[in-house]
T-cell receptor, first 113, second 112 residues
Framework: DAGITQSPRHKVTETGTPVTLRCHQT?????MYWYRQDPGHGLRLIHY???????DKGEVSDGYSVSRSKTEDFLLTLESATSSQTSVYFC????????????FGPGTRLLVL | AQSVAQPEDQVNVAEGNPLTVKCTYS??????LFWYVQYPNRGLQFLLK??????LVKGSYGFEAEFNKSQTSFHLKKPSALVSDSALYFC??????????FGKGTTLSVSS
């Protein structure tokens, strides 16, 4: 999985609790992304980062925040988890944009009860 | 707005037969097109991409895809399917910027 790890790999939490997912890369790529995968929707972009402390919103950013304090780490936080955020979350990396391939991590399966 | 359509939720094919997984796209400019495969409980693996040049793109595991600008299509093909090709396949497009726009996915089932 292209030097990308995600933690935790599985998590069960309750509605209203904060949750943080971590993505760690060893490729020194500039761009990092968080997607969510839901049946019938494919993958949708939540947030992305184009450098340390540089982030921007994606298509489905409501209810999520991100931080990137180091090149290798990109954190996704659900401030107050809701059942609609039950999903599989994937981190991806790329060297640059547009023409470059994005490589994906193994995913985190999150269940919000 | 950019969009991708995978018109078939599932494709069934017998081992040894050719397979095609369809993808059509909509962009206002030049598209950058990608195919990914996902095996159960795994992340997405990159198969191939079209950026420019030859309309026939060859990728991993014997897969290829043909870019057809007039039909706005980028169908994934393989001459001889294997049972191990059974997986979920995603087509994605990027026109500009950072986000990949994914189709909803097509489940390929190869029977022995």
């Amino acid at each position: 999985d292209a030097g990308i790890t995600q933690s935790p790999r599985h998590k069960v939490t309750e509605t209203g609790t904060p949750v943080t997912l971590r993505c760690h890369q060893t490729e020194n790529h500039r761009y990092m992304y968080w997607y969510r995968q839901d049946p019938g929707h494919g993958l949708r972009l939540i947030h992305y980062s184009y450098g340390v402390k540089d982030t921007d919103k994606g298509e489905v950013s409501d209810g999520y925040s991100v931080s990137r304090s180091k090149t290798e780490d990109f954190l996704l936080t659900l401030e107050s988890a809701t059942s609609s955020q039950t999903s599989v979350y994937f981190c991806a990396i790329s060297e640059s944009t547009t023409q470059e391939t994005q490589y994906f991590g193994p995913g985190t399966r999150l269940l919000v009860l | 707005a950019q969009s991708v359509a995978q018109p078939e939720d599932q494709v069934n094919v017998a081992e040894g037969n050719p397979l095609t997984v369809k993808c059509t796209y909509s962009v206002s400019g030049n598209p950058y097109l990608f195919w990914y495969v996902q095996y159960p409980n795994r992340g997405l693996q990159f198969l191939l991409k079209y950026i420019t040049g030859d309309n026939l793109v060859k990728g991993s595991y014997g897969f290829e895809a043909e870019f057809n600008k007039s039909q706005t299509s980028f169908h994934l093909k393989k001459p001889s399917a294997l049972v191990s090709d059974s997986a979920l396949y995603f087509c994605a497009v990027r026109e500009s910027g950072t986000a990949l726009i994914f189709g909803k996915g097509t489940t390929l089932s190869v029977s022995s």
